[in-house]
């Protein structure tokens, strides 16, 4: 089982910026939805600065808790500012990553990035951003996985017998998510609480 820091978890249960821009300027996707984890950032740009940025995220915790970690770093800075988040920086503001999830602080700075570098190309061209579909994402087993710690769950369940979260399943994106939590923070979409 994985240890996360009470930030990552508290970004993971909490996440901040999670969701669509009606209409970005720019729009950064990476990730590969065949093997996994998928992040998408869009952003707002006045004056040079990021005035506003939404993500949406598919994959584990730590993903989630990078994206949202990613964008309360980026909010506010100049372009040029934001283009100096790295990895490490994320990594360290969330209080360190377990080793097997490292990469995740990689696809979030680099979806921050490519979004950036999208809008840079859309002001040579004209051509507005749109929000991206949502891709369905094929894990091979890894949704039997807890995503708030990574525990071997049971297909079936909708509870984890390690950390004792419950879920729910977003009825947008699929994915299990928090219970009490109102918005999935795979896709932002509100979850149906069961009755």
Do not use: W
Request: aromatic share 4%.
């Amino acid at each position: 089982m994985a240890l996360y820091s009470d930030k990552v978890m508290d970004h993971f249960m909490n996440p901040r910026n999670v969701g669509d821009l009606e209409k970005p300027d720019g729009v950064g996707e990476v990730g590969n939805p065949t093997c996994g984890d998928m992040m998408t950032f869009m952003i707002s740009v006045k004056d040079d600065r990021i005035a506003d940025i939404r993500f949406k995220t598919f994959g584990c915790g730590a993903a989630i808790a990078v994206s949202s970690m990613v964008s309360e770093m980026a909010l506010g800075k100049t372009l040029d500012e934001a283009m100096e988040i790295t990895n490490e920086m994320v990594a360290e503001e969330l209080g360190g990553l377990p080793t097997n999830k490292l990469h995740c602080s990689n696809l979030g700075a680099d979806a921050l990035h490519a979004a950036i570098e999208d809008y840079r190309k859309r002001l040579e061209t004209g051509e507005p951003a749109e929000v991206p579909e949502l891709h369905e994402v094929k894990r091979s087993g890894k949704d039997k996985q807890c995503p708030y710690c990574d525990a071997d769950i049971d297909a079936s369940s909708m509870l984890c017998n390690s950390c004792k979260t419950s879920f729910d399943t977003c009825p947008h994106c699929g994915k299990i998510a928090d219970r009490s939590r109102e918005k999935c923070p795979h896709c932002g979409a509100s979850i149906h609480k069961h009755g």
